[in-house]
């Protein structure tokens, strides 16, 4: 069955960088697109980024556009948020999705804080 799972949230202080990895099986990771999400306390969860199956096309939440890079390795079934520049208003639970195979992680929680 198909399976995500997130790693590499954490606590770090404002303008410090994480990288989130989602790691996928169950499924042909190249054959489909990628999301990544976010929910923070009290608030909807809103997409943060967008990478088409072959990488060539990203897209991105105004709010983190210059400050968050989505990549992927097919070859290792990964996908990957390089998140820099990192603000508190980023805090929240951040989710990889695949959206035909209307899939979601478990979520790794992110804390920007001094």
């Known amino acids: 069955q198909v399976q995500l799972v997130e790693s590499g949230g954490g606590l770090v202080q404002p303008g410090g960088s994480l990288r989130l990895s989602c790691a996928a099986s169950?499924?042909?990771?190249?054959?489909?697109?990628m999301n990544w999400y976010r929910q923070a306390p009290g608030k909807e969860r809103e997409m943060v980024a967008f990478i088409n199956s072959d990488g060539s096309i990203t897209n991105y939440a105004n709010s983190v556009k210059g400050r968050f890079t989505i990549s992927r390795d097919n070859a290792k079934n990964t996908g990957y948020l390089q998140m820099n520049s990192l603000k508190p208003e980023d805090t929240a639970v951040y989710y990889c999705?695949?959206?035909?195979?209307?899939?979601w992680g478990q979520g790794t929680q992110v804390t920007v804080s001094s």
């Open positions: 169950g499924f042909t990771f190249s054959s489909y697109s």
């Open positions: 999705y695949i959206p035909r195979k209307a899939s």
